[in-house]
C-alpha cells in the first residue's frame, strides 16, 4: 500500500518535474531591443486604472523609439494583465523578471499590487518604478523601488490643509472604504492632518468597496450636520455615494484623492458631483506648453483626454528613459543609481526629483468638478 | 463501490499507526530525500517555474483534502479558501511573532536549528486553527441537506474573509506583507506526501468505509448505526486542516495575504480540480490540481488579449461540459494503480497483503 | 426619530428588490427542489437588458411611465429567455443525476454567466439612464426624512409583480399545474400535467421577477457591472430560506425582513459586516428554524 503512495506522489511530481527542469528558457538572441515589463490591472473592476496607465506607457514608448531609443536601443514593453490581484501581480512580476529578462518594471498603481510585486524586484534587483502607488511602504521594501507620485501622507495632507485653508471649514465627516487599505491609509492621514490644523472630524463611517447602498451611512452623517464629507475611496463607489448624499438633502461639498480619477466617475455621479473636490496628480487645464502638447498627442492617439493615471504611466516611462540615457551602463544597478538620482525631471505632471526614500516630491493639485467635467482649482506644495 | 468489491476483509489497523518499520523507514528516506534535493532544485530551475512547482504543490493539497470531503463524503462544500485563509493567516503571524521573539531567536541560534523551523510550527498551529474552524463551521451545517450545505459554506467562506478585513490585528483590509520566504520545495514536498498519505489512510480506513456510507445512503448508514453527523465533520476538519496548512505554505510563497486572495472564486478553482480529476480519486485530484495550475500559467497570456477573466469563463463553461457529458471526471472513483497491469499492482501492494488486506 | 424612519423607508425599497429575486428562488426551488445559484446572474441580464433598451431606443428623450413599462418588458422578456435556455441545456439533462451534480452545474453557469457577462458587457461599471423617469429631484421631505420617489415606484411595481403571480399561482390552472408538480413530479405527469413544459414556465415566470429587479435597482442606484448579480442573488436566496423555501408569501416575508435587519445592523452598528449579516441570519435560520418562517416542515421521504 505504501509503495502504491510513493507511486502516486511521484507521478505527480513527475509531471511537473519535467515543466521544472525543462523549460529553462534563456533570453532570444540578444536583439537590439531593451526590455520593460509592466504589470497592471487590465481586466477587472479597475481596469481603467491599468488601461489608462498602458496609454502613457504606450505613447511614451513609442515617442522615445522614434528619436531613436536610448543608447542606440529601443525599447519594447512587456505588459502582463493582473486582474487587480496581488498574487497574480507577484507571478507576473516573476514571470516578467525570470522568463523575459526585462531590465525595469513599471507597475503598479494600487498599492497592495506593488507591495507584493516589490519584494520580488528588490530581491532580484530589477529596478522598479510606480507610477502612481501611494501607500509608503512600497518604496520601504527596498532601494530598488522607486514611485514618481506622491505618497498618502502627503496626499491626506493636501486635501487637509485645503479644506482648512481653502475651504475654511472646521469639521469634516469622512467615509471610507474599509476594504481598500488605499482608502483606510488616506483617512488615517488626512485625519492626523485636519486635526493639527484645528479642524473636527465629527464622523468616521466606513463601506466595502461593491456596496451599492450607502444610504445608512449618509443618513448617520447627516445627523451630525459638517461641512464637508471627505470619500477617499475609488471612483467606483464614490459616484453613488455622492447621489445618494444629495438626494438625501445633504449639500456640503464632497472630498476626495486621486482614487476619483476618472470620466466613469463623472457618468455615474452625474449632477450630484458638481462642487466636488479632489487631489490629483495633474490637471488637464495646466496651461504650460509641455503639458499640453502631451495632452495633444495623447488625443492623437487615443482620442481622448489623458487622466491623471495616464499622465503618470507616461511620466514613469520618462523617468526610466531618462535614467537609463543618464546611467553609465544598461545594467541594473547602473539604472537604479541613475533613478536615485534624478533631479528637477520636467514631468507632465510636474517637476519630479526622486528623494532618499525613493519617492517623488512634488506637488499635488487640487481638481474642482465644474459643468460635468474637472477644473484645476489649486496647487498644494509639499512641505 | 469498487471500494467494496477490493477488500474482502474490514480492514481493523488503526487510523495511521500500523507501518512496519520497512515502511517508517522508507517514508523517512523520501522525505529526507525532498529536503536534500531541494536546494539544488531552488538553484538548477528557472524560479518562475520553481512558483509553478510550489503552487502545483498547495494546489494538491487543497484539491485532495476538498475530495476527501467533496469526493468521498459526498458533501457539497464550496467554502474550502476560508479553511486556506485562517491557516495563511495563523501561519503567517506565528512566523512573524516567532521571528520577532529575542527567546525563540536565541534558542534557534544556540541549537544550530534552522531558521526555517519556524515554518512547521506555523503549518501545524494553522492547519489547527483551520480544523478548528472545520469543526465550527461542519458541527451545525452537516445536519443539513446538499444544497443548503453548498450555501452555507459558501456562507462561512465569507464570513471568515469579512472578519479577517475588520481585523486590525491581522491587517484589515491591507493583509499582511513581509511574511519570511519559507516555502522551500522540502516543505511543499512532504506537506503534500503528507496530505496524500492522511487522506489515502482515512478512505481505506473503517472512517473511510463510514464516509462512504454517508455518500452513498445516508439514511441506510443511520439506519445501520452509522453516526453519520460525526462522520461528516471529522472529514470535514480533516479537510479544514489540510486546507490550512496549503494556506501556509502559500502564505509564505507569496509573501502577502489579503482577505480578497481568499474568496469564492479560489474556491471554485479548487471545487474544479476536485470534480475534473473525479471525485472519489485522489490521484484524480493531484492530476487534475496539476494540470488546471499549469493551465492557468499558459493562459496568462492569452488572458491580456481579451482583457477579461477569460480563465473563469473557460473554467465554467468546462465544469458544465464536464458535468453534462462526463460527470466522473477523469479517473472517476479509480485511483492511478486501476491502470498498472495487474503483476505490477500485487507487487506493490506486496506489504499489504502481507497484513492480509488487499487481494 | 427621522433617522429610524428613514432607515425604515430604505429598508422597504432594498426589501422589494429583494422580494422580487426571491420570489424567483423559492418559485423554482418549489417545483425542482433545486437552488438556482444562476438565479443572480437574471438579475443581472435584466439590468443590462434593460439598459441597452433604453439606449437603443432612446428612450431618454421620451420619459414617463410608458419608456419604464417598455424597458420593463424588454428585460422581463430576456430574462425569461435566459431562463428558458439554461433550464432546457443545463438542468433538463440532469434531472435524474445526483444532486450534487446538479448544484456544481448552477455554480458553473453562474460563474459562466458572470464572467461572459464581462466579456460581452465590459467589465467597467456602466451607468443606467435613469432618465427615463424624470423625476429625479423631486424627492418628498419632511423635514429630515427624504422619500425618493424611486423608491415609491420600485415599491409599488414590486408589489403590483407580487399580486399578479400570487394571482397566477393561486388562482390558474397553470398555478395549480405548478403547486401539482412541486407536490411530486411523477404524479403530476400521471394527471397528464406536463411537467417538462410547467418547469419551463415556472423558470421563465420566476426569471422575468427578476429581470424586473434589475431594472428596478438600475433606476435606484445607477451603477450596473457584470458581477452584480451575486451578492444579491444570494441575499435573496437567504430571504427565501428565512421565509420558508417553497413558499412564496413567505418569499416576500423573508425578504423585508432581511431588508429592515441589513439597514439597522449598517446604520446603528458595523455597516462592513453587511454582506456577512445575510449569512449569519441563514446559519441561525438553519440551526433553529429550517423550515424556515412560513414553511412547512417536510419529512423527508426514503
Not at chain 1, 507571478?91 to 529578462?101: F, G, H, P, S
Not at chain 1, 499640453?292 to 483626454?305: H, L
Request: charged share 15%; proline share 4%; net charge positive.
Amino acid at each position: 500500500m505504501n509503495m502504491r503512495l510513493v507511486t502516486r506522489v511521484t507521478l505527480g511530481f513527475a509531471v511537473a518535474a519535467p515543466l521544472a527542469i525543462g523549460p529553462n528558457i534563456e533570453a532570444q538572441a540578444a536583439e537590439d531591443f531593451i526590455k520593460i515589463g509592466e504589470v497592471g490591472s487590465t481586466t477587472g473592476s479597475e481596469a481603467t486604472f491599468g488601461v489608462a496607465t498602458h496609454q502613457g506607457v504606450d505613447l511614451a514608448i513609442k515617442e522615445i523609439n522614434a528619436t531613436g531609443g536610448i543608447k542606440g536601443k529601443k525599447l519594447k514593453v512587456i505588459l502582463l494583465d493582473d486582474q487587480g490581484k496581488p498574487e497574480e501581480a507577484a507571478t507576473a512580476t516573476t514571470r516578467l523578471i525570470t522568463q523575459d529578462k526585462v531590465t525595469a518594471i513599471i507597475g503598479e498603481v494600487a498599492s497592495s499590487r506593488s507591495l507584493a510585486m516589490a519584494p520580488i524586484a528588490q530581491q532580484y534587483k530589477i529596478p522598479m518604478i510606480s507610477p502612481s502607488s501611494t501607500n509608503p511602504k512600497v518604496t520601504e521594501i527596498g532601494d530598488y523601488i522607486f514611485r514618481v507620485c506622491f505618497i498618502d501622507p502627503f496626499q491626506g495632507f493636501v486635501m487637509a490643509r485645503f479644506a482648512a485653508e481653502n475651504l475654511k471649514i472646521k469639521r469634516v465627516a469622512i467615509l471610507r472604504d474599509v476594504k481598500n487599505d488605499y482608502s483606510v491609509g488616506l483617512a488615517k492621514y488626512f485625519t492626523e492632518t485636519f486635526k493639527k490644523l484645528g479642524g473636527d472630524i465629527v464622523l468616521d463611517q466606513s463601506y466595502s468597496a461593491g456596496d451599492i447602498d450607502f444610504k445608512s451611512q449618509l443618513t448617520a452623517i447627516r445627523a451630525t450636520k459638517p461641512d464637508a464629507i471627505f470619500v477617499p475611496g475609488y471612483y467606483t463607489e464614490v459616484g453613488l455615494i455622492a447621489r445618494q448624499a444629495r438626494s438625501l438633502g445633504i449639500k456640503v461639498p464632497m472630498m476626495g484623492g486621486d482614487g476619483w480619477d476618472s470620466p466613469k466617475l463623472l457618468q455615474i455621479g452625474g449632477k450630484a458631483m458638481e462642487g466636488a473636490y479632489f487631489s490629483n496628480h495633474y490637471s488637464a487645464e495646466d496651461k504650460s506648453p509641455h503639458v499640453q502638447a502631451f495632452i495633444d498627442r495623447y488625443r492623437k492617439a487615443y482620442k481622448d483626454t489623458p487622466s491623471g493615471l495616464a499622465a503618470m504611466g507616461f511620466d514613469a516611462t520618462m523617468v526610466l528613459a531618462d535614467a537609463m540615457k543618464r546611467a553609465k551602463s544598461l545594467s541594473t544597478s547602473d539604472i537604479r543609481a541613475a533613478l536615485a538620482a534624478t533631479k528637477d525631471f520636467q514631468g507632465v505632471t510636474g517637476r519630479i526629483s526622486i528623494d532618499q526614500q525613493r519617492n517623488a516630491v512634488k506637488p499635488a493639485v487640487v481638481l474642482k468638478v465644474v459643468n460635468g467635467s474637472f477644473a484645476y482649482e489649486s496647487t498644494i506644495r509639499p512641505g | 463501490m469498487e471500494a467494496v468489491r477490493r477488500q474482502t476483509r474490514m480492514p481493523k489497523h488503526r487510523f495511521l499507526f500500523s507501518a512496519s518499520t520497512y515502511q517508517t523507514l522508507s517514508w523517512g528516506l523520501v522525505l529526507l530525500a525532498a529536503f536534500v534535493v531541494s536546494p539544488w532544485i531552488e538553484q538548477g530551475i528557472n524560479p518562475y517555474w520553481f512558483t509553478i512547482v510550489i503552487y502545483c504543490g498547495i494546489n494538491i493539497i487543497l484539491a485532495v483534502s476538498l475530495n476527501l470531503v467533496n469526493g468521498f463524503t459526498g458533501q457539497f462544500s464550496i467554502g474550502h479558501a476560508g479553511f486556506m485563509a485562517v491557516g495563511a493567516y495563523v501561519a503567517a503571524v506565528v512566523t512573524m511573532a516567532l521571528g520577532a521573539n529575542p527567546a525563540w531567536n536565541e534558542f534557534v541560534a544556540s541549537n544550530g536549528i534552522s531558521e526555517s523551523a519556524v515554518l512547521p510550527i506555523g503549518l501545524c498551529l494553522g492547519g489547527i486553527a483551520a480544523a478548528g474552524a472545520g469543526y465550527m463551521v461542519g458541527m451545525p451545517s452537516l445536519r443539513l441537506r446538499g444544497d443548503y450545505l453548498a450555501i452555507v459554506t459558501l456562507g462561512f467562506g465569507e464570513i471568515i474573509r469579512v472578519i479577517m478585513m475588520n481585523t486590525e490585528a491581522v491587517g484589515g483590509a491591507s493583509g499582511l506583507n513581509n511574511i519570511p520566504f519559507l516555502s522551500n520545495f522540502g516543505w511543499v514536498y512532504s506537506s503534500v506526501v503528507l496530505t496524500v498519505f492522511c487522506v489515502w489512510r482515512m478512505v481505506h480506513s473503517s472512517h473511510g468505509r463510514t464516509l462512504l456510507a454517508v455518500r452513498e445512503d445516508e439514511i441506510a448508514g443511520e439506519a445501520m448505526g452509522v453516526n453519520t453527523t460525526q462522520a461528516k465533520v471529522r472529514a470535514f476538519a480533516m479537510g479544514a486542516f489540510f486546507a490550512g496548512v496549503a494556506g501556509g505554505l502559500y502564505a509564505h510563497q507569496l509573501r502577502i495575504l489579503t482577505p480578497q486572495t481568499f474568496d469564492f472564486n479560489r474556491s471554485f478553482e479548487v471545487v474544479i480540480m476536485v470534480v475534473l480529476g473525479g471525485m472519489g480519486s485522489i490521484s484524480g485530484s493531484v492530476v487534475a490540481a496539476v494540470l488546471l495550475t499549469v493551465l492557468r500559467e499558459a493562459l496568462r497570456v492569452v488572458q491580456t488579449w481579451y482583457e477579461i477573466d477569460i480563465r473563469m469563463v473557460i473554467y465554467s463553461l468546462v465544469l458544465i461540459i464536464l458535468m453534462l457529458t462526463r460527470p466522473n471526471g477523469l479517473f472517476g472513483s479509480r485511483e492511478i494503480t486501476d491502470f498498472f497491469p495487474a503483476s505490477l499492482r500485487r507487487k506493490l501492494a506486496g506489504g499489504a497483503e502481507a497484513r492480509g488486506g488487499v487481494k | 426619530m427621522d433617522q429610524f424612519l428613514q432607515h425604515v423607508i430604505n429598508a422597504l425599497s432594498l426589501g422589494s428588490i429583494y422580494a422580487l429575486i426571491a420570489l424567483g428562488y423559492t418559485m423554482v426551488f418549489g417545483v425542482l427542489q433545486l437552488i438556482n445559484f444562476a438565479h443572480g446572474e437574471i438579475y443581472m441580464l435584466g439590468a443590462f437588458t434593460g439598459m441597452y433598451t433604453i439606449r437603443w431606443l432612446r428612450l431618454e428623450e421620451h420619459p414617463g411611465i410608458g419608456s419604464l413599462i417598455i424597458a420593463l418588458i424588454a428585460a422581463m422578456a430576456a430574462s425569461a429567455t435566459a431562463g428558458f435556455i439554461i433550464e432546457r441545456l443545463a438542468y433538463r439533462p440532469l434531472r435524474k443525476s445526483p444532486r450534487i451534480n446538479l448544484l456544481i452545474t448552477a455554480v458553473g453557469v453562474s460563474l459562466f454567466l458572470q464572467y461572459s457577462g464581462q466579456l460581452v458587457f465590459g467589465s467597467d461599471p456602466q451607468f443606467f439612464p435613469t432618465g427615463i423617469l424624470e423625476i429625479e429631484g423631486y424627492n418628498w421631505s419632511y423635514g429630515d426624512l427624504v422619500i425618493e420617489p424611486m423608491q415609491i415606484v420600485a415599491l409599488v411595481l414590486a408589489l403590483i409583480l407580487m399580486f399578479v403571480l400570487q394571482y397566477i399561482i393561486f388562482r390558474t390552472r397553470l398555478g395549480r399545474a405548478m403547486r401539482a408538480v412541486s407536490f411530486n413530479h411523477d404524479f403530476a405527469s400521471l394527471m397528464g400535467i406536463p411537467t417538462n413544459q410547467i418547469i419551463s414556465a415556472t423558470f421563465m415566470l420566476g426569471s422575468a421577477l427578476a429581470g424586473a429587479a434589475g431594472v428596478l435597482v438600475g433606476l435606484i442606484y445607477p451603477k450596473i457591472d457584470p458581477l452584480m448579480g451575486t451578492m444579491p442573488g444570494l441575499k435573496a436566496f437567504v430571504a427565501a430560506v428565512l421565509g420558508g423555501i417553497g413558499n412564496v408569501t413567505g418569499a416576500v416575508l423573508g425578504a423585508f425582513t432581511l431588508g429592515l435587519a441589513e439597514e439597522f445592523l449598517v446604520g446603528y452598528w458595523v455597516p462592513t459586516y453587511r454582506d456577512a449579516l445575510a449569512f449569519g441570519i441563514l446559519i441561525l435560520i438553519l440551526l433553529f428554524k429550517p423550515s424556515g418562517l412560513l414553511g412547512v416542515h417536510r419529512a423527508e421521504k426514503v
